[in-house]
């Protein structure tokens, strides 16, 4: 049953937490496809990781999934990790963008942000780092 069809039987508030466990579903069934590109854009908050993940997305190799660790877009996931990679393993290529808030200040239970891009790192994930300076200072 594809998500479309599930979003029209349930109410809007199961929505999130049935495509969340669908997302842990995954990462623990799926097998990962050593053929996928998996590319998370890493940034503080007016970095540019939004124009950045459309330019790419613009290709179509990848579809634009924002910050899909934002409370705002569908509440505090309870394992990120495990979130994300059942995202990924669920899509040919997958990307998304991550600010550092969102492992941390957003959170009851804080992540640990140097293990979480590790373990990704060490799943070959492609990082792509955004700093931003105050020229200005």
Not at 25 to 42: C, G, Q, R, S, Y
């Amino acid at each position: 049953m594809n998500l479309s069809k599930i979003k029209k039987a349930f109410p809007k508030f199961l929505i999130n937490p049935v495509s969340e466990v669908a997302a842990y579903t995954n990462h623990f069934i799926l097998k990962p496809d050593p053929e996928a590109t998996k590319v998370l854009i890493f940034g503080q908050g007016r970095s540019g990781s939004t124009m950045l993940e459309s330019l790419i997305a613009s290709t179509g190799q990848f579809k634009e999934t924002h910050e899909t660790l934002n409370v705002k877009n569908g509440g505090k996931k309870i394992f990120p990790y495990y979130y994300i990679t059942g995202k990924s393993k669920a899509s040919k290529n997958y990307l998304f963008h991550l600010k550092i808030y969102q492992l941390t200040l957003d959170r009851k239970r804080k992540v640990d942000c140097q293990a979480f891009l590790e373990r990704l790192h060490k799943e070959v994930w492609k990082i792509i780092f955004l700093d931003r300076t105050n020229k200005v200072k």
